[in-house]
């Protein structure tokens, strides 16, 4: 039997909980016996690594939602291909 699998997609601005939320939800449903993902967030790992957004021009920070864009994607890619083998 192909198991179930749920989605989820936490938003909200900067330390607003997403992330203490994820934490705990893993530990709610690992608990339960699911198999939890979690995907890091990309804004996150990019700026707590000193890029400043404010100190961009127009175009550096167009640019910087380009490379968000594209970190995401690298960061989803082996999730998705994981989760495709239950699919």
């Not at 997609?9 to 893993?26: D, H, N, Y």
């Amino acid at each position: 039997m192909t198991p179930t699998l749920h989605r989820l997609l936490l938003t909200g601005g900067p330390c607003s909980g997403k992330t203490t939320l994820a934490q705990l939800l893993r530990t709610h449903y690992t608990s339960r016996n699911y198999t939890v993902l979690i995907v890091p967030e990309a804004a996150t790992i990019l700026l707590s690594n000193g890029i400043s957004f404010n100190e961009l021009d127009e175009h550096g920070k167009e640019q910087l939602q380009c490379d968000l864009l594209e970190t995401i994607k690298v960061l989803e890619v082996p999730i998705y291909l994981y989760i495709r083998q239950y699919e």
